[in-house]
């Protein structure tokens, strides 16, 4: 059986990320968070993103406002997006510093960076963090769970799964997902496997040429 780490995108949410954080914390799994960077403007929400640095869980740059994916825009924006959500993070984004670009529904490709991206992210010592198992917790909030479990069950290399701290009523059964693994005897990580990383404290990895596209012409 596969290892499995978890992550959580597109918070903080006052109302949903604290719900997540405490039962993390009961059931002793990490797992980490990559925040919005517009959402860190509302003082709830940085309050819960600075609790979750404070019990261990690691905070991610998720790009500023989640819009287009970074490879289908300049690279003057594509950069924007990220040197203005790790201002807004500050010290929450270290020492990790690390980055999870938006695939439009979690599509992976060349879409996610651009080469401009890319190489400030290579510069600035960046982890890019990328994922192997959706179970499309932000569209299916009822039915993700079961997904979810299959996902885990069928992998044949460590999973990275993402999750989402929204305000859709899809948290309220990660107690019961979380339980099943755990009955199951499933190992969560802390550190994502080396798979899901294309760039890795500034080092280009294997993998990095299928996640960028060039920059659109000017």
């Given at each position: 059986?596969?290892?499995?780490?978890?992550?959580?995108?597109?918070?903080?949410?006052?109302?949903?990320?604290?719900?997540?954080?405490?039962?993390?914390?009961?059931?002793?799994?990490?797992?980490?968070?990559?925040?919005?960077?517009?959402?860190?403007?509302?003082?709830?929400?940085?309050?819960?993103?600075?609790?979750?640095?404070?019990?261990?869980?690691?905070?991610?740059?998720?790009?500023?406002?989640?819009?287009?994916?970074?490879?289908?825009?300049?690279?003057?924006?594509?950069?924007?997006?990220?040197?203005?959500?790790?201002?807004?993070?500050?010290?929450?984004?270290?020492?990790?510093?690390?980055?999870?670009?938006?695939?439009?529904?979690?599509?992976?490709g060349p879409h996610l960076l651009n080469r401009s991206a890319a190489r400030h992210l290579q510069a600035g010592g960046h982890t890019v963090v990328l994922w192997n198992a959706i179970p499309r917790d932000f569209a299916d909030p009822e039915g993700w769970p079961e997904r979810a479990l299959a996902q885990q069950a069928a992998a044949t290399a460590p999973v990275l799964m993402v999750l989402h701290d929204l305000p859709n009523g899809a948290m309220r059964h990660l107690d019961r997902v979380l339980g099943t693994w755990q009955d199951r005897g499933v190992a969560f990580l802390a550190v994502p496997p080396e798979a899901c990383l294309p760039i890795r404290a500034g080092r280009p990895m294997p993998g990095l040429a299928d996640c960028v596209s060039e920059d659109p012409a000017a």
């Open positions: 059986m596969q290892p499995l780490c978890l992550t959580f995108d597109n918070g903080p949410e006052p109302e949903v990320t604290p719900g997540v954080l405490d039962t993390l914390r009961r059931r002793r799994i990490p797992a980490t968070f990559f925040v919005v960077g517009e959402k860190l403007h509302d003082p709830r929400a940085r309050a819960v993103a600075e609790r979750a640095r404070a019990e261990g869980f690691p905070v991610g740059n998720h790009t500023l406002s989640h819009g287009t994916p970074l490879g289908r825009r300049g690279g003057a924006e594509a950069v924007a997006e990220i040197a203005r959500c790790d201002d807004l993070l500050g010290p929450l984004r270290e020492p990790e510093r690390l980055f999870r670009p938006n695939g439009g529904g979690g599509a992976l």
